[in-house]
């Protein structure tokens, strides 16, 4: 079964206090590594997609990294618009439903 | 585009009672698909579906019944709610199953007296 495991639960930091939130996984043969941004009261948001182990993605402050058995979600220099939960999901390369993470919370404070 | 519209936003129901969430999207895509989210745990998948007239089980499929009549709409029907279904009810759709992006709802939360 796969398995998606988010570390911290929570995150605070002060505006401009770079960070990165962990994500390890379980999956028999991954086809994809999803992170989603989700604000209180709202849906999930796509941000980025990583496929193999080395590969990074940037989306202004945030950048994803990959290896074979987990991903970081790096915050350089965050504002305070940058506080929402990130969330982690692995699909495998057998079944392409997605298997979900907790979710990180991070709050940043101006 | 309104993208993926769920009804209702909140919803309170007695234990026994029946009700369907709606969820309908205006981009043509073939993926659809039902999640719930509680506090501390990941979103799992409800039931799912390919295509007009294509449907299959997610994960927590017990107590929820769906069907796709139209690209368009995918309602989740909860036959006799229980307590256990509280929760925060998301539909999600994408242009395939094998789409990387997945374009989520507003959510419905749904409280079980």
């Known amino acids: 079964e796969d398995q998606v495991t988010q570390s911290p639960e929570a995150l605070r930091l002060q505006e401009g206090e770079s960070s990165s939130l962990n994500c390890s996984y379980t999956v028999s043969g991954l086809r994809g590594l999803f992170w989603y941004r989700q604000d209180p009261g709202k849906g999930p948001e796509f941000l980025f997609t990583?496929?193999?182990a080395g590969e990074e993605k940037e989306k202004e402050r945030l950048k994803a990294t990959l290896t074979k058995k987990e991903s970081f979600l790096h915050i350089t220099a965050p504002k305070p618009e940058d506080s929402a939960t990130y969330l982690c999901?692995?699909?495998?390369?057998?079944?392409?439903?997605?298997?979900f993470g907790a979710g990180t919370t991070v709050t940043v404070r101006a | 585009n309104a993208g993926v519209t769920q009804t209702p936003k909140f919803q309170v129901l007695k234990t026994g009672q029946s009700m369907t969430l709606q969820c309908a999207q205006d981009?043509?895509?073939?993926?659809m698909s039902w999640y719930r989210q509680d506090p501390g745990m990941g979103l799992r998948l409800i039931h799912y579906?390919?295509?007009?007239?294509?449907?299959d089980q997610g994960e927590v499929p017990n107590g929820y019944n769906v069907s796709r009549s139209t690209t368009e709409d995918f309602p989740l029907r909860l036959l006799s709610a229980a307590p256990s279904q509280t929760s925060v009810y998301f539909c999600?759709?994408?242009?395939?199953?094998?789409?990387?992006?997945?374009?989520f709802g507003p959510g419905t939360r749904l409280t079980v007296l």
């Open positions: 990583l496929y193999s």
């Open positions: 999600a759709s994408s242009y395939s199953l094998t789409s990387d992006t997945q374009y």
């Open positions: 981009m043509n895509h073939e993926y």
């Open positions: 579906s390919v295509g007009a007239g294509i449907t």
């Open positions: 999901a692995v699909q495998a390369s057998n079944d392409y439903k997605l298997s």
